[in-house]
């Protein structure tokens, strides 16, 4: 089952609600490749190719916490530092086992709910904290 994108996930910041949504796109790749039985090298390319862009999209979110002085920042850092590692052991699962129910199971339960549950409460507590700064940018 695909995730979808909703409104209650915008940040109404241009550049992380685009990281956003590709990673939603690459997800919903990667959830078809498993469901149709694709072969591994689909799910392979699709895995390695989010855990590259999610590292990059973290880097963006801290630039701009970063930047301009986020309370939490810490707080949330730590948050992306988990989920890479979690995504690091789903990772090593596909890598062993291939892209089996338990995995796709896996992927959806773990990746699916933290990224709808992190996007929609704690970047959005980022993105108003930003959109609030007078100086704020993309």
């Not at 089952?1 to 109404?12: G, S, Y």
Request: proline letters at 2%; charged letters at 30%; one cysteine or more.
């Amino acid at each position: 089952m695909p995730i979808l994108w909703t409104e209650d996930l915008e940040t109404k910041i241009f550049t992380i609600d685009n990281q956003h949504k590709e990673i939603f796109r690459i997800i919903n790749e990667l959830l078809d490749a498993c469901k149709i039985g694709k072969g591994s090298e689909v799910v392979n390319k699709v895995v390695f190719f989010l855990d590259d862009y999610v590292k990059n999209h973290f880097n963006t979110e801290e630039e701009y916490m970063r930047m301009y002085n986020y309370p939490d920042y810490i707080l949330h850092k730590h948050q992306h530092e988990l989920f890479i590692k979690n995504f690091v052991k789903l990772k090593e699962q596909f890598l062993k086992e291939g892209p089996t129910l338990s995995f796709t199971m896996a992927i959806s339960n773990t990746v699916v709910n933290w990224l709808t549950n992190h996007i929609r409460k704690v970047d959005g507590d980022m993105a108003k904290f930003l959109r609030s700064h007078s100086s704020f940018k993309e």
